[in-house]
């Protein structure tokens, strides 16, 4: 059994916070191989065991789901609604429906910004998003969670809520 050092355990998770902030990591190999490339030659165990210890959790992003530091969630959202506001001032976003379906359609070359910044954002609602040219289409499971992100959405437009029926 190896001999556990209290000092490299602390450093470890430090540079695993570090990492994660710089990196969108998705996967406990991908921070194995992170970690090795800096000197610290670990299992995946280990690494299991430090993310649980340091409460990561599962984050979604553009990218897919990657590790985030609990603490920084909330800030990370806020920064991205605050983006995708930016945004919808700067481009116009009409909205029309399709069933369960919403369809954003903006100027052309504008869409995979949009869902970009709609992924990283706080909505949340979507079961995803797919982006053309200058149309987006958001997905849904059912008409409350449409209803909900469309009066998000609209906020975050700078608009009143709206009937999406």
């Given at each position: 059994?190896?001999?556990?050092?209290?000092?490299?355990?602390?450093?470890?998770q430090r540079l695993i916070l570090e990492l994660i902030a710089q990196f969108p990591v998705h996967s406990q190999e991908e921070l194995v191989d992170l970690l090795a490339a800096r000197g610290f030659n670990v299992t995946q165990a280990t690494v299991?065991?430090?993310?649980a210890e340091l409460g990561l959790v599962k984050a979604p992003r553009a990218t897919g789901h990657v590790y985030a530091a609990p603490g920084t969630l909330n800030r990370n959202l806020a920064a991205a609604d605050d983006r995708l506001a930016r945004l919808l001032e700067t481009i116009p976003v009409t909205v029309g429906r399709s069933g369960l379906i919403l369809v954003l359609r903006g100027p052309v070359g504008s869409?995979?910004?949009?869902?970009?910044?709609?992924?990283?954002?706080?909505?949340e609602e979507q079961e995803g998003t797919l982006a053309g040219d200058d149309t987006v289409l958001v997905l849904f499971a059912d008409d409350e969670r449409l209803a909900r992100w469309h009066a998000r959405f609209r906020r975050l437009q700078g608009l009143p809520p709206a009937s999406t029926g």
């Open positions: 059994m190896a001999v556990l050092n209290p000092a490299a355990k602390r450093v470890r299991s065991r430090d993310i869409a995979q910004a949009l869902a970009q910044a709609i992924d990283e954002s706080s909505l």
